[in-house]
């Protein structure tokens, strides 16, 4: 393990729950550092934090970005209360664009990425798969081999303009939240 994935590492499971109740599976962590789902301090870039935040509190109405980022901390001990938990399909930054490049950097991960999940979770842990490359890539192998993923489609990475695609499949997902 390199030195930039025993910090992301360390980061991860600091907030790790007891009991896994959600798993979100996202591509790959960032090659930026400073720009981990998982660091307290995230000054840019961090869209997946804080769109599954906004979605996990639908009644604080659509806080402004800076002042999530001021509680990272506290938020990331609610996602942890919560039972929900992010890791990544690859244990290394994705080095290619392109969802099909994507699709086909991902498909080698597979057997980690069961070896990963199957570590983590209990048969009734709800498995959501976050992104068109992680979806199809992914999907349908690990229901093969009898992983709970809940999501049927894609749910859209929200960035890049994506975020209320996101919010959208996450709500038929989960109408009631979690």
Request: charged share 25%; glycine share 4%.
């Amino acid at each position: 393990m390199t030195e930039h994935q025993r910090k992301l590492e360390e980061a991860r499971y600091k907030y790790k729950p007891e009991v896994i109740k959600y798993l979100f599976v996202a591509e790959a962590p960032p090659a930026a550092l400073e720009r981990f789902f998982y660091f307290e301090d995230v000054k840019y870039q961090d869209s997946l934090f804080l769109e599954i935040m906004k979605w996990l509190l639908p009644q604080a109405k659509n806080p402004p970005t800076a002042w999530i980022r001021e509680r990272k901390a506290t938020f990331l001990d609610y996602f942890k209360e919560k039972g929900c938990f992010l890791i990544d399909a690859m244990d290394i930054p994705m080095d290619v664009t392109g969802t099909n490049d994507k699709i086909k950097r991902l498909e080698p991960f597979k057997n980690n990425l069961l070896n990963k999940i199957n570590k983590l979770v209990n048969p009734e842990t709800k498995i959501i798969l976050i992104s068109s490359p992680v979806y199809s890539a992914m999907a349908g192998y690990l229901k093969y081999n009898i992983v709970n993923v809940v999501n049927t489609e894609m749910i859209d990475f929200p960035g890049s303009g994506r975020q209320t695609e996101f919010h959208n499949k996450m709500q038929k997902l989960f109408p009631n939240g979690i």
